[in-house]
Structures are given as C-alpha cells and as structure tokens.
C-alpha cells in the first residue's frame, strides 16, 4: 500500500499516519521529494481501512498494490 499526501502535508500530519501505521504492527518506508511525500506500508494491508485512512489529515490519495497470485 502506498500513502500518497498532499504537498501542504505539515510534519504533524506525518507523525499521526506514521503512528497510525506502527501502532497496527507495519513496518513504513517514508520518500520525500520536492513535492510529494509516499509512505510504503509494508505487511498484510489487508486489514486497513482505505477509507479511515483516506479521510487523516494531510492524506491525499491510497493506492493498494495487488498481491500476484
């Protein structure tokens, strides 16, 4: 799963989805560039709510990655 925020994203808005995210047991990868900042969440994201997540703060979009069977 990547979390995608919105540019204006402030510092507050990543510490409470990162701490969304390891309080639930996932491991992140954070990549900040000039204009986005995408956390990977690694482990089963199966049991995520897209929309809970999609509604924090600072959130612009979330993209699911389907597993390959």
Known sequence: MLIIMKKSAGEEALVKIKEY???RNFDIHQSTGANRTIIGVIGDTDSIDQHEVEQMPGVLQVVRIS???
């Open 67 to 69: 597993r390959e069977e």
């Open 21 to 23: 995210l390891i309080n």
